[in-house]
């Protein structure tokens, strides 16, 4: 059956991939929005960044330097969903291997109780990987 320009019923693999755009566009927001604001409160040395960064062994004198990493990274997804792939794909990973030296760096510290944020932004950095090669 025809309804206007499109098959009755929709093709599943376009419904899929546009399932999987969608999903993509979602996440890839969410862990630019949550990577910016956290490199925003990095910039203005936020009580709660001074707290944790001391507990974990990080010098106070590395927060602009990974608040800059962690800005370029938000830079950079949002570029890779303007069509720069490559370069949204590059900042996934590099977003991942940041939240990798931070769980590594709570591990270390023996710091469980706020270990949760560095696996949520770590589990968002790597979901948004995965759904950017799946494109």
């Known amino acids: ?10 093709d599943r693999a376009r419904t899929e991939s546009a ?3 969608t999903t993509y566009l979602i996440i890839t927001i969410l862990t630019a929005a949550v990577n910016a604001t956290d490199a ?8 709660f960044v001074l707290a944790n960064s001391a507990e974990v ?3 106070h004198s590395w927060l602009p330097w990974l ?10 997804l949002l570029l890779g969903i303007l069509g720069m792939k490559a370069l949204g794909l590059a900042a996934a990973v590099g977003l991942v291997l940041f939240f990798t030296g931070a769980l590594i760096a709570h591990m270390r510290a023996r710091v469980f109780y ?12 790597l979901a948004t990987a995965a759904l950017t090669v799946a494109q």
């Open 1 to 10: 059956m025809e309804l206007g320009n499109e098959a009755w019923p929709p």
């Open 19 to 21: 399932v999987v755009h």
């Open 57 to 59: 062994g990080v010098p």
């Open 40 to 47: 925003i409160a990095g910039f203005a040395r936020a009580k």
């Open 67 to 76: 608040s800059m990493l962690k800005l370029a990274g938000a830079a950079g």
């Open 114 to 125: 706020n270990i949760a944020f560095p696996g949520a932004y770590f589990a968002l950095a």
